[in-house]
């Protein structure tokens, strides 16, 4: 008989505990996304964060993708319309929820993995396609502007191939996406895992605590 290991376990954490963790969360995604946008890095990197709070709940995953999309449309790149790419945060923690949290208990580690890495593989496929027909539709008459600098160079460089926007904008995300998704998938979990180790640290501190006082009083 085999013994069945089981790995992770995604708890339900209650409104109030989400929200709190959406106002730490929000502003360090912020951070990492202005970092990239200010360094010009080749890749996104403004999901880190969304990831590791999708794993604490959907709601949370939520908040956090589009309270940063916005900010940094509003405040970094002066502009409320590129609020519009929050639909590949929300499209993230979707994908998380579907495919991990609401699976309260992995039985091995391989399924848990198998699905971490199924994750990675389609936010890299899907947002990539949201991304690519957002900037069609939206943005293709502002080329060049608050977009990834090597997005933009792809994109163009196969447009001149005469493969068309949208397919050459798609293409152009997807060597992007598979390392910034790669990133913020895995990265994203580290976090989560981290994140949720302090908290039942902090949970034992705090009963242990009640029940000294308790027994003193």
């Not at 995604?10 to 969360?25: G, M, W």
């Not at 499209?91 to 399924?111: A, D, N, P």
């Not at 460089?157 to 895995?186: C, E, H, W, Y």
Request: one cysteine or more; charged letters at 10%.
């Amino acid at each position: 008989m085999f013994t069945i290991i089981k790995l992770m376990t995604f708890q339900k954490y209650p409104l109030k505990t989400q929200l709190l963790l959406a106002l730490i969360f929000t502003p360090l995604n912020i951070f990492i996304s202005y970092l990239s946008t200010v360094f010009q890095f080749q890749f996104f990197m403004d999901m880190i964060f969304v990831y590791a709070a999708s794993f604490f709940g959907l709601p949370c995953g939520i908040i956090v993708g589009v309270a940063s999309s916005f900010f940094n449309a509003i405040v970094v790149q002066h502009t409320v319309s590129h609020g519009l790419y929050s639909i590949c945060c929300i499209t993230g923690s979707l994908l998380t929820w579907f495919l991990i949290t609401r699976h309260k208990v992995f039985e091995t580690k391989v399924i848990f993995w198998i699905r971490l890495a199924i994750l990675f593989f389609i936010s890299t496929i899907v947002i990539s396609l949201e991304g690519s027909l957002i900037y069609s539709i939206f943005f293709s008459n502002t080329a060049g502007q608050n977009e990834n600098q090597t997005v933009m160079f792809l994109t163009y460089t196969l447009v001149m191939q005469n493969l068309g926007l949208i397919l050459s904008a798609f293409l152009a995300r997807l060597p992007v996406n598979l390392f910034d998704k790669s990133i913020a998938v895995f990265g994203g979990f580290g976090f989560y895992s981290l994140c949720k180790l302090l908290l039942n640290v902090l949970s034992n501190t705090l009963a242990k605590s009640a029940s000294t006082i308790a027994k003193k009083s």
